[in-house]
């Protein structure tokens, strides 16, 4: 899971979302996940892609294609 890979959540130091909801030009969701350390607190962004995967970089936005076929 990619929020015990960038925080390191334990019992001592919990992971929380702090924020979720949509994008506003595609509607696609993201969450921000927070965890606070003796160093400081971090939080990360994570968006949802098309094919359910959660990552750390949004979605590509979809571009116009074109096909052609020989006859």
């Not at 390191?8 to 993201?30: D, K």
């Not at 892609?49 to 979605?59: E, I, K, N, R, T």
Request: some cysteine; charged content about 25%.
């Amino acid at each position: 899971m990619q929020v015990d890979k960038w925080l390191a959540p334990s019992e001592r130091v919990p992971a929380r979302i702090v924020r979720f909801s949509r994008m506003p030009a595609q509607r696609r969701r993201f969450v921000c996940v927070e965890a606070a350390h003796p160093a400081g607190t971090i939080a990360i962004f994570f968006f949802r892609h098309d094919d359910g995967s959660w990552w750390v970089f949004p979605p590509a936005d979809r571009r116009p294609t074109m096909m052609a076929r020989a006859a």
